[in-house]
């Protein structure tokens, strides 16, 4: 199954088993004695589940587990490890420990699922053909032919994402379409990953391979909550920051006027070349009913002075050296803009000063 190792780090689950234990059974056909060891990926590595001794060739592993997962079987001074769903029912295996790839797996309906899905992996045969085209064009730097074998590797990976998804989508119910789902989820997009937690929750319950990708989810949840949050339209986060004299100010102190929030730092080159366009913005449209907000980033106060003071901003200037407003907002790189309407709420974002400047020409009319 040697299609298997995308990200191993992510594990697989299935529906309950009708027994409730299981009995391996397993014979090498090249090693009469040694020991054989069965291992399962946990968070910090593998981990050793159970050992058992080689006799004449057959092994045998007896237990119970309480939830169905990926297990790996390793035999003695041998690195590759046979890969299977270990279940509650009778396993056979029959093995060669020079070809361990090719270990036939009888009893494991999950197995059996598992190698399907390897075995109608598309393009495998046509890949290698294609990596040893590749070497052999590099080696004679024949960029034409690199190029074209570049881009049939594109339609190959489009081939084998969409297989993969679909694949996954008709196994939301199941161990491998949990496994696999684990292994593309960052390749996703966050809906597409909600529909299959859906169905997985719903057919596989607590168990902790379900837990597993409900945390992945967690930070992606937040994110998206933070952006619906940040929507125009929605009350901008008000944030409290010190100015040039050491004052306090705050967001809300400016309700009542059309505020343009401008995340920057001295050592942001956009930043500084916009800066002179915001001047003559700010010369235009300050007044009662319009205020610019200068939120910088930088880390010391010595630097942020001297910028503005070379920039010449004559507006609201604030410091965020711990990036506390600048989180609120989710600020992942500057310049950084916002227009805020008199009451708050979100107009515009990422907005420059030659639109800012037909906005606020609007908003006069």
């Not at 587990?65 to 509650?88: M, R």
């Not at 994402?161 to 679909?166: L, S």
């Not at 630097?303 to 407003?325: C, F, G, I, S």
């Amino acid at each position: 199954m040697r299609n298997l190792f995308f990200g191993f780090a992510l594990l697989g689950l299935f529906a309950s088993c009708s027994a409730d234990s299981y009995k391996i059974s397993g014979k090498f056909e090249d090693l009469s004695s040694g020991t054989v060891y069965l291992r399962k990926i946990e968070a910090q590595g593998l981990s050793e589940v159970d050992t058992a001794e080689v006799s004449s060739g057959a092994f045998v592993f007896e237990g119970e587990t309480e939830h169905p997962e990926l297990y790996l079987l390793f035999a003695e001074d041998v690195q590759e490890p046979i890969v299977f769903f270990l279940e509650n029912s009778s396993i056979k295996i029959t093995a060669n420990t020079e070809k361990m790839d090719e270990a036939v797996i009888k009893g494991s309906k999950l197995s059996d699922l598992f190698k399907q899905f390897n075995d109608n992996f598309p393009h495998i045969e046509k890949e290698e053909q294609m990596r040893e085209e590749f070497m052999a064009a590099q080696s004679q730097q024949d960029q034409a032919t690199m190029q074209s074998i570049m881009a049939d590797m594109e339609t190959i990976m489009e081939d084998r994402q969409t297989y993969y998804k679909d694949f996954v989508k008709s196994n939301s119910n199941n161990a491998v379409g949990a496994f696999l789902a684990l292994n593309m989820a960052q390749s996703l997009e966050y809906e597409e990953i909600e529909e299959l937690l859906t169905n997985l929750e719903a057919a596989l319950g607590e168990h902790p391979y379900v837990i597993s990708l409900q945390e992945m989810m967690e930070p992606l949840k937040a994110q998206k909550e933070a952006e619906a949050a940040l929507s125009i339209g929605n009350a901008a986060p008000d944030f409290t920051l010190t100015d040039l004299e050491g004052n306090e100010v705050s967001l809300s102190d400016f309700r009542g006027k059309y505020v343009f929030i401008d995340f920057w730092a001295a050592w942001c080159r956009p930043c500084r070349e916009e800066n002179p366009l915001l001047v003559e913005v700010y010369k235009q449209f300050a007044g009662e009913d319009f205020e610019i907000i200068s939120v910088s980033l930088d880390q010391t106060e010595e630097a942020w002075r001297q910028a503005v003071q070379e920039d010449k901003l004559t507006w609201t200037q604030l410091h965020d050296p711990a990036n506390t407003a600048a989180t609120s907002y989710m600020v992942q790189s500057i310049p950084n803009t916002w227009l805020l309407d008199k009451d708050g709420k979100i107009m515009h974002k990422q907005i420059r000063s030659a639109e800012l400047t037909e906005v606020l020409k609007g908003l006069q009319n």
